[in-house]
């Protein structure tokens, strides 16, 4: 908490309850930032302290948590609303005059795009305590890319001569483009393309309690599989206890990825839950396993067997993953359902067959992709566009002004922190039930 000496004639709380401030002061009292204040201020020195810092960052914090979408509406308010100025931390006898001016958040905002990363440690610290307070916090992580458009209007694709930077247009934002694929009820193929000029949130999410757990931002054409190793790998050598908890990480079929899905089981001991391309040949339905001649899977992990004597098609039933083996178990389906089969007798499935991860990384996974397990598993993934929804509508980040990256990156930082600090503070104070809501008071 950035704590600020307590300058008042008289409480505003004898007037009347805080209320909705009573949301800012949760964020205040349990977001880890005494270590940003602290650098903050030490570049400050012996200088002039008409504006201090631990205010000017205070009424940051409560323009991310009240939802303003620009620096002047903020300023707006502060100069409406002796109560938040009082919160945040400016001397209240001085009256509106303490509202800073605009030029006051361009350079402090500068100042903290230079403390990126203490502000990503500050995010990390955060995501600490939450692991303290939520045992279970970690267990099932989602991965998905964030499309955010820029303020800046989109330059031409064709465009190769470099844009001067001078402060207003965005010459670190690019195209990107994501393609979507299925089927219509009648058999029908259909395709819809997407395309934005801007950045791309990699953001990785606790399932359960649908909270941020860690993120990079990139430009838009960034590769989401590239991105997603990199998360991996840093998770790996910064936060090693994220990846001991974990024991699902789901994606969708962005993240389709031989090399991904190997590092995430054989290297951590995490089963992968990815959705899966049809990267097959036209005509092709299925591939025979290898030593079986009745036997046969499609694209999607379902396994088949051919009866010997009528060629009927069965789909086996899923036995279950031995991993001492690192095998996917499959039984006969005349066994283990009833039904009559003409060619048991001599089918080599009647006692089960065992499919080792290794006839195809992609296809078969420790979860099978053919059993319940998976798609109970992968429905959960659907928390992370929950989390996004809410950084669109409640944290400003469909409507905004920023240009540039690293001010995107600033922006997304803090909203995330701030995401992170009302969940601790719901937990810390009994209202665990609401520790997702930014909206509700404390």
Request: glycine content about 8%; overall charge positive; hydrophobic content about 35%.
């Amino acid at each position: 908490m950035a704590i600020v000496p307590r300058r008042q004639l008289f409480g505003w709380q004898e007037i009347e309850d805080l209320g909705e401030l009573e949301r800012l002061r949760l964020v205040l009292d349990h977001l880890p930032d005494e270590g940003l204040m602290v650098a903050l201020e030490q570049d400050r020195g012996r200088g002039r302290d008409d504006y201090p810092v631990r205010a000017v960052w205070n009424s940051i914090l409560a323009g991310i948590v009240y939802q303003h979408p620009s620096i002047e509406s903020l300023r707006r308010e502060l100069l409406r609303n002796a109560q938040l100025r009082q919160l945040c931390g400016f001397n209240v006898l001085l009256g509106a005059r303490v509202a800073p001016p605009a030029w006051v958040y361009t350079r402090f905002l500068r100042k903290l795009i230079g403390r990126l990363d203490q502000l990503e440690a500050m995010f990390m610290q955060a995501v600490a305590e939450l692991r303290q307070n939520l045992p279970d916090f970690g267990e099932v992580l989602a991965l998905d890319g964030k499309a955010i458009k820029s303020r800046a209007r989109g330059r031409k694709r064709d465009e190769k001569r470099p844009r001067r930077r001078d402060g207003r247009r965005d010459t670190d934002a690019d195209w990107g483009k994501k393609s979507y694929r299925g089927q219509r009820d009648d058999g029908t193929p259909w395709q819809k393309l997407v395309s934005w000029f801007g950045y791309c949130l990699h953001l990785v999410v606790d399932t359960k309690y649908e909270l941020p757990v860690d993120f990079i931002v990139t430009r838009a054409s960034a590769s989401e599989v590239r991105t997603a190793h990199r998360l991996v790998d840093r998770m790996a050598v910064e936060r090693p206890e994220l990846l001991v908890g974990c024991k699902h990480f789901l994606g969708d079929k962005a993240y389709d990825d031989v090399k991904l899905l190997d590092k995430l089981w054989t290297g951590h001991g995490i089963k992968p839950v990815i959705d899966i391309r049809n990267s097959w040949k036209d005509g092709e339905e299925t591939h025979l396993i290898s030593g079986q001649q009745n036997v046969a899977y499609n694209y999607k992990g379902q396994v088949y067997c051919y009866c010997p004597r009528t060629g009927e098609r069965r789909e086996l039933a899923f036995g279950g993953f031995e991993q001492k083996r690192q095998t996917l178990k499959y039984r006969c389906p005349a066994r283990h359902y009833g039904l009559e089969c003409r060619g048991q007798e001599q089918c080599r499935v009647k006692s089960g067959v065992r499919i080792p991860l290794q006839e195809d990384r992609r296809i078969f996974t420790p979860t099978a992709r053919s059993s319940y397990s998976w798609k109970r598993v992968y429905a959960k993934r659907t928390a992370v566009e929950r989390v996004n929804s809410r950084l669109d509508c409640c944290f400003g980040l469909e409507q905004h002004f920023v240009r540039g990256l690293n001010k995107m990156k600033l922006k997304c930082t803090l909203a995330l922190s701030v995401m992170l600090a009302m969940a601790l503070g719901r937990i810390k104070e009994k209202r665990k039930e609401h520790l997702r809501s930014l909206v509700k008071a404390a």
